[in-house]
């Protein structure tokens, strides 16, 4: 959250009216998600007026800490990611509550302490009897936590409402998912159930949708006849830091492409939804997950390991080398893939999909790659592709929309150059970094919103994408690691998978 954010929210930002009145209870409060992003997105939206005038939010977790430690803790960490002013601190910290249990208590211990503190405060403070779960704990949990819910009553109520938040990866497999989804499903009814994708929620994200479909002079050319490829990149300068417990169970395929990837290239390739609402958006992205034709495995994936290199100067350890990593570890940490769709827009369009960590740069972006003009009078170079035009939405960092084409050079001779325009938030809207994509998310959820959230059947199909792949890789690694120095692009194979279609990965 940007330092200067608060001051141009008036003026940048629309408006909304708050929620109804509620309780948020953080599952896993004292964890880094927690601090990173939860308080800070629910202290950002009460400076934004966009919090319930009477609310309550309870942390749970297991260590013995007092209300006033929570909010000592939660204060620490909003001053981190924004301009944390005393006077707004000091209402917003009233509203903070900490209950102390393990995720796995008896419903009679921790869960009943909770029942009773949420019953509790909302006598005290005038709230509905309206709760808003938030799982933000190891996936492991899930199902302790919401059998648990149902057990102690807390996940219904006949005065108001229950909704719960259950963060990614959903299942490590498509069997775990479909398990999961039924043990969640006893409890929860679907409209109650939010699976998040932070993705989802980027402003730049939801701009894919507003600069295709509002805007006449795109959506025209938004098919086979007129883009060449679309190239997707997730990049990440940081390597795994402490999570090797969860990365080495989980890896690249199931930590970025089943989820984030695959929500940006559903919404590339989405069809025009009817309306911009919960039911045509998610059938729509889930078509496009429909569409996509099997992967060839040998020929179209590459997967990576860092090594040991350099970034910023400054020498990073491998992978293997990391704590708590296997030596002879073969977890991928790097993906690339092609696909095509089997459908009448995108037939014979390749998206290459890429991930990866200790790469150059943070970067995460859309590429819309254009065909070449199919006669250019103008003395350009055609093997450096200049007649051609690219359409790339920068989802981090500095979001925005680059649309870059040829223009002349001013001077006497006829000299063309690609030159580009800039679509950023701070010069369109007068904000720097525009909201942290799970402000929108939680306020969505408490607003009972679900259309960036994905369903169900879209995760199922994700995994049945993700799951061949998986356990080819598992079952037997086909290449030597590691195969690529942190501080690179990856992998040698990455590039020729896009060479032998005479293309080249967008890098800067």
Not at 30 to 41: K, Q
Not at 235 to 247: D, K, P, Q, S, V
């Amino acid at each position: 959250m940007n330092k200067k954010y608060f001051e141009v929210v008036k003026s940048g930002m629309s408006k909304a009216k708050p929620p109804e009145s509620c309780t948020v209870v953080i599952f896993g409060a004292t964890g880094d998600l927690t601090h990173r992003e939860l308080v800070p997105a629910l202290y950002a939206l009460r400076c934004m007026n966009l919090m319930p005038e009477s609310f309550a939010i309870i942390g749970y977790a297991r260590r013995d800490w007092s209300d006033d430690k929570f909010r000592q803790e939660m204060h620490a960490a909003v001053k981190k990611e924004s301009d944390c002013k005393e006077e707004q601190w000091q209402e917003f910290a009233g509203h903070l509550h900490f209950v102390v249990g393990n995720f796995n208590d008896e419903p009679s211990a921790g869960y009943a302490d909770l029942r009773e503190r949420i019953e509790q405060i909302r006598e005290t403070e005038h709230i509905a009897d309206n709760v808003l779960f938030h799982l933000a704990v190891p996936p492991e949990f899930y199902g302790d936590i919401i059998q648990r819910l149902g057990a102690s009553s807390l996940a219904a109520s006949k005065k108001g409402w229950r909704r719960v938040i259950i963060e990614k990866p959903f299942g490590r497999d498509r069997k775990s998912a479909v398990t999961l989804d039924r043990e969640i499903h006893k409890v929860f009814h679907e409209t109650q159930i939010f699976r998040v994708d932070h993705f989802l929620g980027k402003e730049t994200v939801q701009n894919m949708l507003v600069f295709r479909f509002a805007n006449p002079g795109f959506e025209p050319i938004w098919n086979r006849n007129y883009i060449d490829n679309v190239q997707i990149t997730v990049a990440e300068e940081l390597g795994i830091g402490t999570r090797a417990n969860f990365y080495e169970k989980t890896g690249v395929l199931r930590d970025m492409i089943q989820n984030h990837v695959l929500q940006l290239l559903c919404m590339t390739a989405i069809e025009p939804p009817v309306t911009f609402d919960a039911a045509s958006l998610r059938t729509e992205t889930n078509k496009v997950l429909q569409s996509i034709c099997s992967v060839n495995i040998e020929e179209d994936v590459v997967l990576g390991q860092y090594g040991p290199g350099s970034l910023d100067g400054q020498e990073v350890r491998g992978y293997r080398g990391e704590n708590n990593v296997q030596e002879k570890s073969t977890t991928p940490t790097y993906a690339a893939l092609k696909v095509t769709l089997d459908n009448w827009r995108w037939a014979d369009v390749p998206f290459y999909l890429r991930t990866g960590k200790r790469m150059p740069r943070k970067l995460t972006e859309v590429n819309i790659e254009f065909k070449p003009t199919p006669h250019l009078m103008f003395p350009v170079n055609r093997k450096e592709g200049m007649n051609r035009n690219h359409l790339t939405f920068r989802l981090q960092p500095d979001e925005g929309i680059i649309y870059n084409f040829l223009a002349k050079q001013p001077g006497a001779e006829l000299v063309l150059r690609p030159v580009n325009l800039n679509f950023g938030y701070n010069t369109a809207f007068g904000i720097e970094e525009p909201p942290s994509a799970y402000q929108w998310l939680l306020f969505d959820a408490m607003e009972g919103d679900q259309t960036l959230f994905p369903r169900a059947d879209w995760i199922d199909n994700a995994w049945s994408i993700v799951d061949p792949i998986v356990e080819r890789w598992e079952a037997k690694p086909w290449l030597k690691l590691p195969n690529y120095k942190s501080g690179t692009w990856g992998p040698a194979k990455a590039d020729e998978l896009l060479k032998r279609d005479g293309k080249k990965w967008n890098n800067y």
